[in-house]
């Protein structure tokens, strides 16, 4: 064991300048996420690699980063949301990934959906945006196109801020006034309907946006009725209520007034039909929209 372990804190500081691909390490040591979040924990900033995905696709992620990034360090990440995600897409659909992060899902869905398709990506946090764009450009994809805007229900001027304490950029949220405590950044604010104000058609929408979701919905309705789009969502009741001042009940009454029902992802399918938070222990969920006509 002493041996594997040696060779797996030998190939993290490799890493550091090349690659990382470490599915058979991870595999074979039990501890190894809890031996990154303690190295890196003391480790300040961001470290940005490149890494090679198992299907080949090439990311930039942040070492640094205990969230998305870890998982795709391993090619570990929502394997169930993920699944789920690219069997619903085929060629020429239309993916929107709205808080995309370091693009895990965007790259993905790009090979699927192909070249008669599209993915929209928005990620408003500026340097996580800049490493999508890296990644995009060096996989030679041009059928993504990705926004550096936050979307709510009101364009205009808003405020990103995430806690630097926990090394997940991903928990970055829009929010009235910033925590001293917290980073953050000003950053523009659009609405989903004013970027597809042409009358593009979408099919799948992603979003994860740590409680925002009632906004970002409110200003997508016109979109929403129209495309009629198959939606994955993460639901945070703690979140929602921080940043949207709202409950489960009242997002999902929300989503009933455009035309969804919403359900349960169990084991990577639709599973159970909810109306207000289920009664399990978890602090977050991934649920599905769908037209209740659909």
């Not at 064991?1 to 190939?11: A, E, G, L």
């Not at 599915?23 to 074979?28: D, F, R, S, T, V």
């Not at 619903?88 to 239309?94: D, E, N, R, T």
């Amino acid at each position: 064991m002493k041996k594997i372990f040696d060779k797996f804190k030998k190939k993290y500081l490799q890493s550091l300048a090349k690659y990382i691909v470490l599915p058979e390490e991870y595999q074979a040591l039990e501890s190894s996420r809890e031996f990154f979040r303690k190295i890196i924990s003391s480790m300040p900033g961001e470290k940005w690699v490149m890494s090679e995905l198992q299907d080949g696709t090439m990311i930039y992620l942040d070492l640094l980063d205990h969230g998305v990034s870890l998982g795709a360090l391993f090619d570990q990440y929502e394997l169930e949301e993920t699944g789920f995600i690219l069997g619903a897409l085929s060629s020429g659909s239309v993916f929107v990934d709205i808080g995309a992060n370091i693009g895990w899902y965007s790259l993905k869905a790009s090979k699927i959906v192909g070249e008669k398709g599209r993915v929209i990506a928005f990620e408003p946090r500026l340097s996580t945006f800049l490493h999508l764009k890296k990644s995009i450009d060096l996989n030679g994809f041009k059928n993504i196109e990705v926004h550096n805007t936050a979307l709510s229900n009101i364009p205009g001027e808003g405020t990103l801020e995430w806690n630097t304490s926990i090394n997940n950029p991903g928990s970055s949220r829009l929010v009235r006034q910033s925590q001293q405590s917290f980073s953050s950044q000003n950053v523009t604010v659009s609405t989903l309907d004013q970027i597809l104000d042409t009358g593009r058609e979408i099919d799948f929408v992603k979003i994860d946006v740590e409680g925002a979701e009632p906004l970002v919905f409110q200003g997508a309705a016109s979109t929403l009725k129209r495309t009629k789009p198959m939606i994955l969502s993460e639901i945070s009741p703690e979140y929602l209520k921080h940043v949207s001042n709202s409950s489960v009940w009242d997002y999902l009454s929300q989503m009933g007034q455009y035309g969804y029902s919403c359900y349960l992802l169990e084991k990577g399918q639709i599973g159970t039909r909810i109306k207000d938070w289920p009664s399990i222990e978890r602090d977050v969920l991934n649920v599905v929209f769908v037209q209740s006509n659909g």
